[in-house]
C-alpha cells in the first residue's frame, strides 16, 4: 500500500502522560532514535585506533550497560507505556547503529565521544543513579563523531561476510 500523505509522528503527550510532554524536544519530531541528525566528524587531538580485546570481556561490558538500562528504566520511569516508548527509542537507535555496521546507512561506524563522555556521570559514588541534567539533547548526537580506524572491513569482501555474521546472529535470537 503506497502511503499518499505523511505527517510526522510525535511522542509528545503520547497517551496523556504528562512525562511525555517534552518527549519530542530530544532528537526533534519525526527522529525517534537520531537517525537523522547531522553527523561532524571530532578532530580530537588522539586518533583512535579498534584494538582488538577479548569478546568475552566486550560481553561482561555490554551486558553491564544492557542491566544498567533496565535499571534506568524501571527505576526512574513509573508507567509501563512510557517505559515501552522509552525502551523501544534506546532500541531504535541500536537498530540504527546495526545498519552503520553493514555499512547500509551511509554513516560512519562510530560513536559520539562528547556524550560517551558523559558515563560516569549518571550515577554517584555508591552507584546510585542521579538525575542530573547533563545539559545535552539527542539532537546534540553525532556531533563529536568518531570513526576508529583498523577495522578488518573490506569492499570487495565484507557485504557477504557481514551480512552472513548479521543474518547468523538474527537467526539466533539477537534482534527482534
Known amino acids: 500500500m503506497k502511503r499518499t500523505s505523511y505527517s510526522p509522528v510525535s511522542f509528545n503527550n503520547y497517551g496523556g502522560f504528562s512525562s511525555l510532554g517534552h518527549f519530542d524536544d530530544f532528537y526533534g519530531v519525526d527522529n525517534f ?21 577479548t569478546v568475552e570481556i566486550i560481553q561482561q ?10 535499571k534506568i528504566i524501571t527505576e526512574q520511569i513509573c508507567e509501563v507505556e512510557v517505559q515501552t516508548v522509552v ?9 540504527d547503529f546495526s545498519s552503520d555496521m553493514l555499512r547500509q546507512s551511509g554513516r560512519g561506524v562510530g560513536y559520539d565521544s562528547s556524550i ?25 548526537v553525532g556531533s563529536s563523531f568518531v570513526t ?29
Open 33 to 53: 532514535s537520531g537517525f537523522h541528525n547531522t553527523i561532524t566528524e571530532s578532530h580530537e587531538e588522539e586518533h583512535v585506533v579498534c584494538h582488538s580485546q
Open 61 to 70: 561490558q555490554l551486558v553491564v550497560l544492557r542491566e544498567y538500562a533496565k
Open 87 to 95: 525502551f523501544s527509542q534506546f532500541v531504535s537507535g541500536f537498530h
Open 116 to 140: 560517551a563522555s558523559h558515563i560516569g556521570s549518571i550515577h554517584d559514588s555508591e552507584g546510585s543513579l542521579v538525575s542530573n541534567d547533563l545539559g545535552f539533547k539527542g539532537s546534540d
Open 148 to 176: 576508529p580506524s583498523g577495522s578488518n572491513w573490506n569492499d570487495n569482501t565484507s557485504p557477504s561476510s557481514v551480512g552472513s555474521a548479521f543474518g547468523l546472529s538474527a537467526a539466533a535470537g539477537a534482534l527482534v
